[in-house]
């Protein structure tokens, strides 16, 4: 479970700012059954985290503001910060530049770093993890651990200007090989990603709640449907996704899938003129099944109606296709789900009921966590959302993004949440001047 993000000098971030999902404990009612409302929030919106010092997390967060206010850049940190994690030994060359982006409107800020910290859970134990980086190299980075709430410093690392070079601290409670890890560690890598390469047991599971727990979307258009192909192999997990499907008023009743062995014949004419390209995917799918048709099944009350899914369907019912497999998987197996602009493609009732799916402790088991950003305003329900779950990013004069919560207001008494946003009460709206055409 995620507890919270930080980040400092990145694109539209300048300074330090951060996301957290620890639930605020004076999270004060805002609706007419009072107490009674905060409490019932607090049950499904909220879960124990099992730590003294942090009582309870959110199951969910939803980011607002204008256009170009930053708050794809929120989400953007976290997917380089993941990304980067999983790939930078393994997909990183010596001396290949790390595609970081800091502060631009600020000669200082041009100069710094950027930095990534983040704190989460793994089996009960919390975890603090974080590096600064140029697109040159690794400035610092560090590892603790806090089992039973007692501080352990697993590693340090820092480059010293003055030496060229870097300086390593290593806690008593960090067993790995630490002269072979910071030896083979590049410039332009991370500590914890080149451990893994070199098989170290004790760091496994910070890489692979990485790796199989965070789950970061900037762009909807990167959502891919291997999750559903995958929920689809069985009838039983079939029947949620129809029975998901179903729900979203997308009309269909069932889906027929054909698979057959590869064959190099099934490759359309346009790869032969590439050869390369040819003899890779003939490769990739050699002795593989893969599917040939795809139908949607159509019951009109009267007749079976069959429509080829890719050719017939709309958009947005392919869109909720793909969603519909990470939806089942992010929250039967805990996970936590990041996405940029969630509202796209999906209708306000139907982005509600994936809300409630996160908020339901009976549907969401596993704690699972979600946050997105969104314009979709009718969300901004006291009935729907507690002020520690609601977040807005604002610019500045000078351009630098702010990220701050509701908690930092308090509304009044049954004060309409969506219409004190857009009269520009919490800020976060934009400004819109005078235009000809």
Not at 71 to 83: D, E, I
Not at 102 to 113: C, H, M, N, R, V
């Amino acid at each position: 479970m995620l507890i919270d993000f930080s980040v400092t000098n990145f694109r539209s971030i300048k300074q330090k700012q951060t996301l957290s999902m620890v639930a605020a404990e004076d999270d004060d009612e805002t609706t007419d059954s009072g107490q009674a409302a905060k409490k019932g929030l607090e049950e499904t919106n909220t879960f124990p985290s099992g730590l003294e010092k942090l009582p309870r997390l959110l199951r969910s967060a939803v980011i607002y503001g204008a256009n170009a206010s930053g708050k794809t850049n929120v989400v953007r940190a976290l997917y380089f910060m993941g990304s980067f994690i999983i790939s930078s030994f393994k997909n990183f060359s010596e001396g290949e530049s790390i595609r970081v982006k800091p502060f631009l409107f600020d000669t200082e800020s041009a100069k710094l770093p950027s930095e990534f910290e983040i704190t989460f859970m793994i089996e009960g134990i919390r975890y603090q993890y974080g590096f600064a980086a140029t697109t040159e190299r690794i400035m610092e980075e560090w590892l603790f651990s806090y089992p039973e709430g007692k501080t352990q410093r697993w590693f340090e690392r820092a480059f010293d200007n003055g030496s060229s070079s870097y300086k390593y601290r290593f806690g008593r409670k960090f067993t790995g090989q630490k002269k072979i890890i910071e030896t083979a560690t590049r410039q332009n890598a991370l500590f914890l990603s080149t451990a893994i390469q070199l098989n170290d047991d004790q760091l496994k599971p910070v890489y692979n709640w990485f790796l199989n727990t965070l789950e970061v979307f900037p762009d909807l258009t990167r959502i891919i449907s291997r999750f559903t192909w995958d929920y689809l192999e069985s009838e039983s997990s079939k029947s949620r996704i129809l029975s998901f499907l179903k729900a979203a008023d997308t009309g269909i009743s069932d889906i027929v899938i054909e698979r057959r062995p590869f064959n190099p014949d099934m490759l359309p004419p346009s790869i032969d003129s590439n050869s390369s390209l040819r003899e890779q995917i003939i490769k990739d799918l050699k002795d593989k099944v893969v599917i040939t048709d795809f139908k949607s099944i159509h019951d009109s009350g009267i007749s079976q109606i069959t429509l080829d899914f890719e050719e017939d369907e709309s958009n947005g019912t392919k869109k909720l296709f793909d969603l519909s497999g990470l939806w089942f998987d992010v929250i039967s197996k805990g996970k936590v789900l990041v996405v940029d602009e969630l509202d796209t493609s999906l209708h306000p009732l139907l982005l509600r009921t994936i809300v409630d799916m996160f908020h339901d402790p009976k549907s969401n088991s596993h704690n699972a966590q979600l946050i997105f950003n969104t314009h979709d305003t009718t969300l901004l329900d006291p009935d729907i959302y507690r002020r520690d779950q609601i977040w807005f990013t604002e610019k500045d004069r000078c351009g630098a993004t702010s990220l701050y919560s509701l908690v930092e207001f308090i509304p009044k008494k049954n004060e309409a949440l969506e219409r004190g946003y857009l009269n520009g009460r919490y800020g976060a709206i934009p400004f819109i001047g005078d235009f000809e055409f």
